[in-house]
């Protein structure tokens, strides 16, 4: 029997039975649909939780105060064991490192604004002019922190979005002053809405000059030191750089951690890859009670079908020309299943795209392709039983079966 | 083969014993049966039910094996054939015409009566130039594209003699060919079957009806899984029978 024979028996048999195969096409799909739809959601919040890092900047090596690894015996433990601190001289120093584009050294605190007779708690955070550009935010209304010299900071200050609509309204805040803590500041810019980063929202933030939130706080140390690198190709140079310098500077005890923006995002890329693939497991479930449905309705067909399979037979068709006509239908079927099912899957997740648009909830390739072919399989090796129960008829009987 | 005369051997059986188990006991289907059928015969095989007349018809057909003896068809020795040259054998040689017809539902008679070229593997062309013939031979062109349930009883068993033909086999196996027709249609059934017999075609008809029964040359009565009574008279002729 010809193979294209075999494929117009079989699809010719399975659509004779419209209700049947429907019903298996319908399981078949919900099994892929669901597979297709929950990895697009896995992967969605992969993606999402990759963007908001990846939000933070471009080109990123990050230092922070403070030794995350234990290191053997080293000549300046003898001398001193006391962490130095993260100064604003350190990050000066970084600059002049030859990969090194820009660098904004950053200082945070919990702080108070008072103005216009209201009060408010509010995230200080001490900075340079350079940070709008390393972080990649926008100004609203205004300008940025001036550039200042080393040590000497201006009594200005950037309001967040959400700060100046609470303490000033519609009124224009530019050229105000609001007392921050215990200082005077003049409001010089406002951010634009939305800026986002690290889980944290920008819009609650005032940002001052470092010297200034040093003075405020009364503080030498840095809380964090962004350092934006030329290119992605020069990051792991930069990051061995940028710890000798400061170890250098810091009589060389290595008391910094310095990590890198790619190394988060593959550590988080990683996490959530994993979920994804749980998440597929799970769906995949339904597939395997899909491809138990496929082994039902097939074993029904062969009983209904007893008579026409002892027919081929008499007419000379051999056993393994019966098995594949049966194994043939049942690919077939869970197939169509199996495309329906991708369509229904690009479909949801686009809804959920409409719904929630700032997830981008798109199904992966992998992930369709794994649909499918687990559909395939599980028609393969789920259809095989019934197949070879047809084949093994005896003609005698099957014929004299009404 | 179909070129040998007449009289040559095409069924030989020998020693055939056939015993089926149904629970406990046990039912001799076929007891010693010893049998030489020719080219071109027609055989009518009788015999009240359970008397082995069916068994005998699906052992000539390849469908069922001998517990014991030896049946040689047209010279080849098929007890020691496996499962799939038994299958080509019934594609080339035996046709089958079974009393409930044995359409396939959902295909067309023109599609009914292809199937054994496509289970054959015949190309596509050639398939269409049988079937068109064959249609035409048994007065069904009009009828190609009908389904079976929208065709008459006659018509459906003239679609089963097509289909059981088409390939022209050296026998052709009838199992109560009239049995769901009425008498009318069945003697039309019947004149069809004989038209193909004078053609060469050996025919083997098992049958309740003793009219029918009587219009085969050769008369084979079946008691108990026994040849009782094997009466060959080529003298009588059809329309002589009541």
Redesign the interface.
Known sequence: MKVTDTFRFATNAATAAPLRAGLLVLAMSIGVAAVVMLTALGDGARRYVVDQFSAIGTNLVIVLPGRSETRGFNPANLVTSTPRDLTVEDAEALLKLPSVKRIAPILVATTEINAAGKLREAMLLGTNDEYIKVRQMKVGLGRFLSKDEVGRGSAEVVLGAVIRREIFGAENPLGKTVRVGDRRLRVVGVLAEGGQGMGMTTDELLIVPVATAQAMLNSNTLFRILVEVGSREQIDEAKARVLKTITQRHDGEEDVTVITQDAILETFDKILNVLTLGVAGIAAISLAVAGILVMNVMLVSVTQRTGEIGLLKALGATSSAVRQLFMVEAILLSLSGAVVGVGLGYAGAAVLRQLYPTFPAYPPLWAVLAGLATAIISGLVFGVMPARRAARLDPIQALSKR | MSDESPTSTLVSLHGINRTFYLGDSKVHALCDVNLTIAHGEYIAVMGPSGSGKSTLL?LI?L??RPDEGTYMLEGRDVTTLG??EL??V???RIG?I?Q?F?L?P??SAAANIE??L????FSKTERAKRVSQALQEYGLTDRANHRPNELSGGQRQRVAIA?ATILRPAVLLADEPTGNLDRVTGEEVVKLLEKLNAQGMTLIVVTHDQTLGARARRQIRMVDGGIARDVTNGAVVPNDAP
């Open positions: 699906n057909g469908l069922d499962a799939d299958a080509a019934r594609s080339e089958f079974f409930s044995h396939v959902r295909l199937l054994p496509v289970l054959a593997g289909r």
